[in-house]
């Protein structure tokens, strides 16, 4: 198995260091690990946390770069919002990375993970709409800055709503100019089976938008575990691996030098 979206402590909120990935995986059937350090830029916002060090990750990283044991990837998690897009490519030029992961935690200059005012006044369905709507902002904007979107519907973490589930038929024309733009730019979606670590019974995104981004043509598929702690590492991947199938994929991508590399899935099960 390939996890492509692991934190370790370099991250804020991670637990586990490199070594302790490396040395515990393959216990854990897994053959290939792409880090993707946490690197969101917190501008305007009320917070201690600090934009990652990615001169500190690079060097940590390539301490072990070589490691005999185990393939590791160079990555990012990268937090797209439509205002900083100055500071994330000046980011990029100084790195070479093989993976980049666009993700949406600062959404509206809010974290839903630490603010929760960013669901204020807000229905289900409107602040679901709201942080799709710059999700989709974000997927236009950039381009070269990322190479697959994660967690697409992160935004049911979070909220306190009693529903957790995004249906596709309620949110179908914004799902779908997301899917469909993502396709143009032939980015990729990722499945991260953190949400069933979360309690939502499913990985993120569900089933339906799966199928969906299947249907409209999409092809580049990540595996991740977005694990933070070695205990998670490519965790539910059999359950990922079988919803893809049954959304009608037959491979997955792992991403070295921002290049798509397709495995077979059968190939990968454990």
């Known amino acids: 198995m390939k996890d492509c979206h692991v934190h370790t402590k370099i991250s804020h909120d991670g637990v586990s260091t490199i070594n302790e990935y490396i040395n515990i995986a393959k216990e854990k059937g897994v053959d290939e690990i792409t880090f993707t350090e946490h690197y969101d830029i917190y501008d305007g916002l009320k917070t201690n946390l600090k934009t990652l060090d990615v001169e500190h990750y690079k060097n940590e990283y390539l301490k072990y770069k070589d490691d005999t044991k185990l393939k590791t990837n160079f990555g990012i998690e990268i937090g797209l919002q439509p205002d900083i897009s100055t500071q994330i490519r000046d980011m990029l030029e100084k790195y070479e990375f093989d993976f980049i992961i666009g993700s949406s935690h600062i959404t509206c200059k809010k974290d839903m993970a630490m603010d929760k005012s960013f669901f204020d006044g807000l229905t289900r369905k409107e602040a679901y709409l709201k942080y799709f709507r710059e999700v989709l902002e974000n997927i236009k904007l950039y381009t070269k800055e990322f190479d697959v979107y994660g967690h697409l519907d992160y935004v049911v973490r979070y909220g306190g709503y009693n529903i957790k589930k995004i249906d596709y038929e309620e949110f179908k024309e914004i799902l779908d100019e997301i899917l469909i733009n993502l396709i143009k730019k032939e980015k990729g979606i990722e ?70 590399d397709f495995k077979k899935i059968k190939e990968l099960k454990k």
């Open 191 to 260: 499945i991260n089976t953190s949400g069933i670590r979360y309690g939502l019974g499913m990985p993120h995104p569900n089933i339906e938008i799966l199928k969906r981004y299947k249907e409209l043509g999409g092809k580049i598929i990540t595996v991740g575990s977005d694990a933070h702690n070695v205990k998670d590492l490519a965790s539910h991947f059999n359950m990922a691996y079988d919803l893809l199938e049954y959304a009608g994929f037959d491979e997955v991508a792992v991403f070295h030098n921002r290049i798509p």
